[in-house]
């Protein structure tokens, strides 16, 4: 049977949260022949980019699509865009929460999001939201974790075999999808929406 592959753009955004903290500095103020002290509340501001580059993503999507070869599917980085964010609740390490305030700001459009930031909190490295079809990585995740939350986009749910890519604890590189896995992201909804490219060179297994 004749299986077209299935290719999902990414659009790839290279996060720098910004950290914005009131501070209290003192200035001279001349008053006449007198010089007084006056305090004043400044914003000072620092970044925390990732080091991620569109070069390392590309190298990333190469091992990430050897996994999901067997599912003809094929995800292609579509744009790479550099967006500067206010910091969730002023911390320089994303986690679930700050992940779910930043995912809203990310709708998808014609391709699903991917976000990069320095540090992501958590044993995945990662989190995703399906419905939107968002998911973040820190720099430190690796390619599997990529694999895993593009997984979670595609459906598929943990899995407690440290041998499947769904383990919560992120399993060894490489980790091939099972049988149940290939049909079921086969018949996920992005699969759907984005369905109907070319034959693939495997089909006719």
Excluded: Y
């Excluded at 939350?149 to 999808?177: C, K, V, Y």
């Amino acid at each position: 049977m004749e299986r077209n592959l299935v290719i999902i753009p990414v659009d790839a955004h290279l996060i720098t949260l910004t950290i914005s903290k009131p501070e209290i500095v003192e200035r001279q103020v001349h008053v006449g022949r007198e010089v007084h002290m006056q305090r004043e509340r400044v914003m000072r501001s620092r970044e925390i980019p990732t080091t991620r580059t569109e070069a390392s993503l590309m190298l990333s999507f190469t091992e990430v699509n050897k996994i999901f070869a067997a599912a003809d599917i094929q995800f292609r980085l579509q744009n790479t865009t550099t967006d500067p964010i206010e910091a969730p609740n002023g911390s320089e390490t994303l986690d679930d929460p700050g992940f779910l305030m930043l995912a809203s700001s990310f709708p998808m459009k014609n391709a699903i999001n991917l976000l990069l930031v320095r540090r992501f909190a958590g044993a995945e490295g990662g989190a995703s939201v399906e419905k939107l079809s968002v998911c973040a990585v820190g720099d430190s995740s690796s390619d599997n974790a990529i694999a895993h939350e593009f997984g979670h986009l595609l459906g598929l749910a943990h899995q407690g075999d440290i041998r499947d890519l769904m383990n919560p604890g992120l399993s060894p590189p490489g980790t091939p999808l099972t049988a149940r896995e290939i049909s079921a992201v086969r018949a996920s909804r992005l699969a759907q929406q984005f369905g109907g490219g070319r034959p693939s060179r495997q089909a006719g297994r």
